[in-house]
């Protein structure tokens, strides 16, 4: 019998009324493995159960007029402060159009984090007075519109699993991939040798670790070079990147 650890690495509440959504990352893959393990300990609350009028209407008209509806402020706010009741050391994010841009650098610092409360908007958004008394972080995950804020907080805590032992293999994986040191991923290859009429480069046979590894860094700096070079603007580079780069311009 396999010995079982219960240690939960990070906990989250989600505000949400469709928390059925996040079915996709808790029954799938390596994210459904760690939160069925509590090693990401996932809640919800869905501020339809803590509204306190009549209908358990959920959604109000805008003041001022205009298109749409907004998200009634008592369900939302108590469903907030519920949380915050449950979650006493968390940051309370939420996400909006409006919000910073994440990327890797965000996710490295919210891995720091044991407890983190997502609020997902619906409907055009929430009212004002709610990011003034209750939100501590506004985030966006990219320059585009959803009709909710729940694929976004799905995108972030499938991106924070990556980095949690036992999720992936190791953190060298979560550290190897796209970003980490501001590179682009170096082309991959499995078996076989030859199929469809291509091969995979002589190099990765060889053998030889250290001139793959060169082999390696000299691609992810092409390929970060000719797909985005406005990664390498603030990027810092060692001895072996800067011989590389140098190689580069000779050509
Ligand atoms: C808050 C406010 C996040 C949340 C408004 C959420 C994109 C992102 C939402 C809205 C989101 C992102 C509701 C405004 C639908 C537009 C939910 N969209 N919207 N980029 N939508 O992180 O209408």
């Given at each position: 019998?396999?010995?079982?650890?219960?240690r939960t690495l990070?906990?989250?509440?989600?505000i949400?009324?469709?928390?059925?959504?996040?079915?996709?990352?808790?029954?799938?893959?390596?994210?459904?493995?760690?939160?069925?393990?509590?090693?990401i300990n996932?809640?919800y609350?869905?501020?339809r159960?803590?509204?306190k009028?009549?209908?358990?209407?959920?959604?109000?008209?805008?003041?001022?007029?205009?298109?749409?509806?907004?998200?009634?402020?008592?369900?939302?706010?108590?469903?907030?402060?519920?949380?915050?009741?449950?979650?006493k050391?968390?940051?309370?994010?939420?996400?909006?159009?409006?919000?910073?841009?994440?990327?890797?650098?965000?996710?490295?610092?919210?891995?720091?984090?044991?407890?983190?409360?997502?609020?997902?908007?619906?409907?055009?958004?929430?009212?004002?007075?709610?990011?003034?008394?209750?939100?501590?972080?506004e985030?966006?995950?990219?320059?585009?519109?959803?009709?909710?804020?729940?694929?976004?907080?799905?995108?972030?805590?499938?991106?924070?699993?990556?980095?949690?032992?036992?999720?992936?293999?190791?953190?060298?994986?979560?550290?190897?991939?796209?970003?980490?040191?501001?590179?682009?991923?170096?082309?991959?290859?499995t078996?076989?040798?030859?199929?469809?009429?291509?091969?995979?480069?002589?190099?990765?046979?060889?053998?030889?670790?250290?001139?793959i590894?060169l082999?390696?860094?000299?691609?992810?700096?092409e390929?970060?070079l000719?797909?985005?070079?406005?990664?390498?603007?603030k990027?810092?580079f060692?001895k072996?990147?800067k011989?590389?780069?140098?190689?580069?311009?000779?050509?």
């Amino acid at each position: 019998m396999k010995k079982k650890d219960n240690r939960t690495l990070i906990s989250f509440y989600i505000i949400t009324i469709f928390p059925e959504m996040f079915y996709s990352i808790s029954n799938y893959g390596v994210t459904g493995k760690a939160i069925q393990k509590k090693i990401i300990n996932l809640n919800y609350l869905n501020p339809r159960d803590f509204a306190k009028n009549k209908y358990k209407s959920i959604d109000d008209r805008p003041y001022g007029g205009g298109p749409g509806m907004l998200m009634s402020v008592q369900p939302l706010y108590s469903s907030i402060k519920k949380a915050k009741s449950l979650l006493k050391d968390a940051i309370v994010i939420y996400l909006s159009p409006q919000g910073i841009k994440l990327n890797q650098n965000n996710i490295y610092k919210l891995i720091q984090r044991k407890e983190i409360i997502f609020v997902c908007g619906r409907y055009e958004g929430i009212d004002q007075r709610i990011i003034d008394s209750l939100i501590d972080e506004e985030w966006s995950i990219g320059d585009y519109i959803l009709t909710g804020g729940e694929l976004a907080a799905m995108v972030i805590i499938d991106s924070i699993a990556r980095f949690i032992p036992g999720v992936i293999n190791t953190k060298k994986s979560a550290e190897k991939e796209s970003f980490y040191n501001n590179l682009l991923d170096y082309p991959n290859y499995t078996r076989p040798k030859t199929i469809y009429e291509m091969t995979v480069p002589d190099i990765l046979l060889s053998g030889n670790h250290n001139k793959i590894r060169l082999w390696r860094l000299q691609k992810s700096l092409e390929i970060t070079l000719q797909k985005r070079p406005d990664l390498l603007e603030k990027k810092l580079f060692n001895k072996e990147e800067k011989v590389i780069l140098n190689k580069f311009k000779k050509k």
